[in-house]
Each structure stands twice: as C-alpha cells, then as structure tokens.
C-alpha cells in the first residue's frame, strides 16, 4: 500500500525539533484529520468496505425502529 501525502508531511514534520513539538501537541488532530483525509479519499475512489465475495452488492436488511430515549 502507497503512503499517502499526508504521511509523507508528517515524516518530515518529525524530523526537526520545532515539527516534533508542534505534532506532540497536535497529535489528536493531526490523527483526526489523517484519517479523514483517508476516509474522502476512499469514497472518492468509490472503495466500499463490507462487501461479499464476488463484488456483488449486500442485500438491504429492515431498518430498526429508531428510539427516542423515553419510555413508552
């Protein structure tokens, strides 16, 4: 699997003093916004996760009744 550009950033952030206290202090959105970049990427591509073998589409299941926190 190809590193992504962020990765790469990321890299050379960490190889001065000044970029490994910056990613120390924003490790927590550094990691968000990696996985986010990450995540468009993947839909952009149109790769879809949970698939049977084969490709072929899953079957659509009932939507649960949605519950809305009181008692009835």
């Not at 990321?10 to 970029?19: E, I, V």
Request: no cysteine.
């Amino acid at each position: 699997m190809a590193l992504s550009r962020i990765v790469t950033a990321l890299g050379g952030l960490l190889l001065s003093k000044g970029g490994r206290r910056f990613a120390g202090r924003h490790a927590g959105k550094l990691a968000l916004a990696t996985l986010a970049y990450e995540l468009w990427q993947s839909r952009r591509a149109g790769v879809t996760r949970n698939r049977p073998p084969g490709g072929a589409k899953p079957t659509r299941q009932a939507p649960r009744p949605r519950w809305s926190g009181r008692a009835r």
